[in-house]
């Protein structure tokens, strides 16, 4: 059943970058900014796709990729549902290359660069907010470049895990079980290396007792070994 629009305002209320905005500002927003929902898989942009957008993932996980010139898949970033992405359209960088697929089923917004400069001349704060989320998700990148760099791929596995554990990890009654299914060549793209590493990386973590797979879920069954090995060079 579709959202009315005061749901749908609401939504866009829990991003940040829209604080400023009232609530019939943020109702006109919802009103122009129709939803598109996704299934587990599905390709919201391609390089292909046309006009540049800033997009507000409202529900879900998406994926941020690249395909590099070997045909292997880069991952630029996962994002978390109330999270804006695209906005690199702002800094006079383009979209050009980008793929974006949908990790769970997803429901997303996106506004057209034009109407974006638009409202942050309306709502200056809007842009202020902005380049506070960018300088934010810098800072987080260079930290993650920084904490794989010198590790070997059984220890990023093991970072990875404990990441997606604490975004997405449901306590059960085996510890933690990561309900997203990802396939090892996207792990393989999220932390810089070939699938293959990413099978062995995963026989030497259930060989420690720290992960068991099944149904292509994640089972965390021993957070401190994880951790362990994440910290080790």
Do not use: N, W
């Not at 507000?56 to 898949?73: A, C, N, P, S």
């Not at 800072?139 to 794989?148: L, N, P, T």
């Not at 149904?215 to 994880?226: P, S, T």
């Amino acid at each position: 059943m579709p959202m009315s629009t005061i749901e749908q305002a609401s939504l866009l209320s829990m991003v940040d970058i829209f604080g400023p905005l009232s609530q019939e500002e943020l109702e006109e927003l919802a009103r122009h900014t129709p939803d598109t929902f996704l299934e587990t898989g599905d390709i919201l942009y391609t390089p292909q796709g046309g006009e540049e957008r800033l997009f507000i993932l409202k529900k879900g996980r998406v994926q941020v990729y690249e395909i590099d010139q070997g045909g292997q898949e880069i991952t630029l970033s996962v994002i978390e549902d109330g999270t804006i992405f695209g906005e690199m359209i702002l800094t006079g960088q383009s979209l050009q290359g980008v793929y974006v697929r949908s990790l769970a089923p997803s429901t997303v917004v996106s506004i057209k660069r034009a109407e974006l400069e638009e409202l942050i001349i309306r709502k200056p704060e809007v842009g202020l907010r902005l380049v506070r989320e960018l300088a934010t998700r810098l800072h987080a990148s260079e930290a993650r470049y920084a904490d794989v760099i010198g590790k070997d791929v059984p220890a990023r596995l093991a970072t990875l895990i404990l990441t997606l554990v604490e975004s997405e990890g449901l306590v059960t009654d085996e510890s933690y079980r990561i309900p997203t299914r990802y396939t090892h060549e996207q792990l393989a793209s999220m932390i810089g290396c070939k699938r293959v590493a990413v099978t062995r990386a995963f026989s030497k973590l259930k060989d420690i007792g720290a992960v068991q797979l099944k149904a292509r879920h994640i089972i965390v069954k021993d957070v401190g070994a994880l951790k362990g090995l994440a910290e080790a060079s």
